[in-house]
Structure formats: structure tokens, C-alpha cells
């Protein structure tokens, strides 16, 4: 296993973990979301979680609540994409209750995407004059990608 630390906008983020897998290395990124952090921002919290080189395969996503999301809202969730598709890897998942959770993955998952992208958590929830802001919430979202040989 090799490891690289990563920075994306001042955030330093968790090593990439390079496993070997046969001829075609499998990358992993990851990065933390502290709900608690929103209150400032007016609901919505994105936190980088990597950039990915051109021609990606975002091959799985793990995703590990250590600590439910407890705002007032409805709708403590979280989804993992880029910045025109919010759900392009994980579609909504929602974070009220800890453990490991299964995502449902996104449409641009387990695809060849050709260009470079920075891939995000984005988590939103309504906020209001009656809904308390988060204090708790906490939520690990680990990428795991290869990178497609060149097209023939």
C-alpha cells in the first residue's frame, strides 16, 4: 500500500490508499463531514472529498455514521457528487441513525467518466425560525476508484 496526502481548497484531507489489484491499481479517498459545522452556512455543507483524474471508475463508496445528524429537519441527508450533479455517486442517503450504512450508488458510478472532476459530500437540510440547526452528526465517506487504460 502507498500513500500521498491530498489538499483541496486549504482542506487537507486523509491519504490516498493505493491497493493492488491485479494490473490496475484501486485507489481510496476519504474525508470527514461534521453536521454541526452548517449552522453558519444556512443548511448546506460541502466537504471535498478528492479530485479525480480523467478517466476515472468510481468502482464503490463506503459510508460510516459515527454520529446521527440531529437537526429539526426532516431530511438530515447526504449525497456524494460533483458540482452539476449533486447525486452523480451516492443519491440521497440519509444520516439520522449511526452505523455503516449501503448507498445506493449514482448514475456516474461504475462508468468510465473521460474528464477530471473534484467529488464531494454534499449534505442539506431545511433550516428555518422553528427548526434547530444540527449539533450532532457526524459522517466518514470513503471513494474507491480505479483509472481506465487509455481508449484504444
Do not use: F
Request: proline fraction near 6%; charge should be negative.
Amino acid at each position: 500500500m502507498v500513500e500521498h496526502k491530498t489538499k483541496i481548497g486549504g482542506v487537507h484531507l486523509a491519504p490516498t490508499e493505493v491497493l493492488l489489484r491485479g494490473a490496475t491499481p484501486l485507489y481510496a479517498q476519504s474525508a470527514w463531514l461534521d453536521c454541526d459545522e452548517v449552522e453558519a452556512l444556512a443548511g448546506v455543507l460541502n466537504i471535498p472529498i478528492c479530485t479525480l483524474p480523467a478517466n476515472h471508475i468510481i468502482t464503490d463508496i463506503d459510508v460510516w455514521v459515527s454520529e446521527a445528524a440531529n437537526s429539526e429537519s426532516a431530511d438530515d441527508m447526504i449525497q456524494v457528487g460533483w458540482d452539476s450533479d449533486h447525486d452523480a455517486y451516492v443519491t440521497t442517503l440519509d444520516i439520522t441513525s449511526i452505523g455503516v450504512k449501503n448507498p445506493t450508488l449514482g448514475a456516474d458510478a461504475k462508468i468510465v467518466v473521460a474528464g477530471a472532476r473534484d467529488i464531494l459530500i454534499y449534505y442539506n437540510y431545511t433550516s428555518g425560525p422553528l427548526l434547530a440547526d444540527p449539533t450532532t452528526g457526524k459522517v466518514v465517506v470513503t471513494v474507491y476508484y480505479m483509472v481506465a487504460p487509455a481508449t484504444p
